[in-house]
């Protein structure tokens, strides 16, 4: 078959990703619900971090300059606890303060030795300092944060630390992109639930799965439609329904150029082709349009290259809708440790295991490459990219994309 004017180079591919993306609208969430999700506008602390100057330690506050000569046996002259409303004296030559993690420095502090490195006479009220004092122990206001300082950007990925954060400076409710409904169905008369009884010609289904996860691991949200069969009117019946419910729909088989590749053939006839395969291996047959106005990817049917294919096309095209926000993928410079096959016309996406042992980070296949093997994407680190002409000789370099 002849190349259709469809057919793009990865770069082509993502540009026209990028140029047209979902519109999606933001919303208030409280911070509860805000791990995975992606900020809509720019945080600016609403207070200094640390809001005074504390002590990083439990132990004693003292002078510096009366810890230059250890052992140094200064009087005790109160005890300054975190959270409290009390007024702390003031210190001065010779005398020292009990001090807890987090508890405001005494005015004329400005060391702090651990408790373990003093031996304390409760008796007589006083310490013994074995050490010089450590100004660096005290953690001085708006060290990490200045009040008004933006800490966290519009389109940054909220994880475990980034919700912390967003509690630092004050916000107990968060600005987040709504979260896409993305519709996933697999086609093929051969699919069947996981659990249920196959026949000779059947296999379990694992795509929409594997799709729901990643969709969940972009920030947005799976609506997981069960399988169908190769009938154009049954295809026809649930593209229509996933347009009515969701804001992107993702088909997982029937984009080749079989008799039976019913996705394609029903998006030429009645949809909206933007591009038909895509100069990637695996993954060469996807295509992205429009169903009824709703965008459409139509992914390979093999498990191995829908999932390389969502984060190479997929993932760069969501981000793009949150303004380059998201799960920001990761490169790497790696070493080839073997040959790999490469194409002189394709970006070459091979499954690796990446040896950090050494000076420099080494790529070993992770086993055969077949599209359909899965697990070799399961024992991946990495996906190589090699660009279109390289050689693939074992000792030359490639950038990876970290899985």
């Known amino acids: 078959m002849p190349e259709t004017p ?22 208030v969430v409280s911070l509860d619900d805000g791990f995975n999700r992606i900020l809509s506008e720019d945080l600016k602390s609403k207070v200094d971090d640390p809001r005074f100057d504390n002590s990083s330690m439990d132990g004693f506050a003292f002078r510096h300059q009366d810890s230059l000569q250890p052992q140094t046996r200064l009087s005790i002259i109160q005890t300054v ?3 409290t409303k009390q007024t702390s004296l003031p210190i001065k030559e010779g005398q020292a303060a009990r001090i807890m993690t987090g508890a405001p420095i005494p005015e004329g502090a400005d060391a702090i030795l651990p408790i373990e490195r003093c031996e304390v006479d409760w008796e007589n009220g006083t310490v013994l300092l074995f050490e010089e004092g450590k100004k660096h122990f005290i953690r001085k206001q708006g060290e990490n944060l200045g009040k008004g300082q933006v800490a966290l950007s519009k389109g940054a990925h909220l994880n475990p630390s980034s919700i912390g954060l967003c509690a630092t400076m ?3 409710e968060i600005p987040v992109y709504q979260q896409a409904t993305i519709g996933i169905i697999s086609t093929g008369d051969e699919l069947k639930l996981p659990g249920t009884p196959l026949n000779e010609s059947e296999i379990y289904e694992s795509n929409s799965f594997g799709l729901t996860g990643l969709v969940k691991w972009s920030g947005h949200r799976a609506k997981r439609y069960d399988s169908v069969v190769d009938s154009l009117d049954s295809l026809r019946i649930k593209l229509d329904k996933a347009a009515e419910e969701c804001d992107l729909i993702l088909t997982s088989g029937g984009v080749s150029m ?11 006839e009645e949809g909206d082709i933007k591009f038909w395969r895509v100069k990637i291996r695996p993954g060469s047959p996807p295509l992205f349009g429009y169903w009824k ?20 096309l997929v993932a760069p095209y969501l981000r793009a809708s949150t303004g380059g926000g998201g799960i920001q993928e990761r490169q790497v410079r790696v070493q080839l440790a073997e040959s790999f096959k490469s194409d002189e016309n394709f970006l070459v996406l091979r499954r690796i295991k990446i040896d950090t ?12 490459q077949g599209s359909g093997n899965l697990n070799s994407l399961v024992l991946a680190d990495a996906l190589t990219l090699l660009e279109p002409g390289h050689s693939g000789e074992k000792g030359t370099w490639c950038n990876a994309l970290l899985l």
């Open 6 to 27: 469809y057919f793009v180079s990865y770069p082509e591919a993502v540009k026209i990703l990028e140029s047209q993306p979902l519109s999606l609208p933001t919303e």
């Open 81 to 83: 606890q975190a959270g």
């Open 170 to 172: 004050g916000y107990p």
């Open 258 to 268: 079989g008799d039976w590749d019913l996705v394609r053939k029903i998006m030429e």
């Open 293 to 312: 106005g709703v965008p459409l990817f139509g992914l390979p049917g093999n498990p191995a290259s829908s999932h390389v294919v969502f984060r190479m």
């Open 357 to 368: 042992s050494g000076d420099q980070l080494l790529a070993y296949s992770t086993g055969y």
